[in-house]
């Protein structure tokens, strides 16, 4: 029997998949429905288009905006 997953994320816009069925850790939310593992990493590598956590993003913005 085939295992489904669901695609996770936390407050860092970081992804990561997770057993259906299983209880969602805290800090982090479901997006979608369970699916097959590959559909799910499917999904993260089309979502997930920059590594780095959000809060070094908005870090990286807020130094690009200062600069002259």
Same mark, same amino acid.
């Given at each position: 029997?085939?295992?489904?997953?669901?695609?996770? +994320?936390?407050?860092?816009?970081?992804?990561?998949?997770? *057993? @259906?069925? =299983? /209880? +969602?850790?805290?800090?982090?939310?479901?997006?979608?429905? *369970? @699916?097959? =593992? /590959?559909?799910?990493?499917?999904?993260?590598?089309?979502?997930?288009?920059?590594?780095?956590?959000?809060?070094?993003?908005?870090?990286?913005?807020?130094?690009?905006?200062?600069?002259?």
């Amino acid at each position: 029997m085939q295992q489904d997953y669901l695609v996770v +994320v936390n407050e860092e816009e970081q992804y990561s998949i997770w *057993p @259906a069925g =299983k /209880e +969602v850790p805290a800090g982090w939310s479901t997006l979608g429905a *369970p @699916a097959a =593992k /590959e559909a799910c990493l499917a999904d993260i590598e089309r979502l997930w288009v920059d590594m780095r956590p959000k809060s070094l993003r908005m870090a990286m913005d807020r130094d690009m905006a200062r600069q002259p």
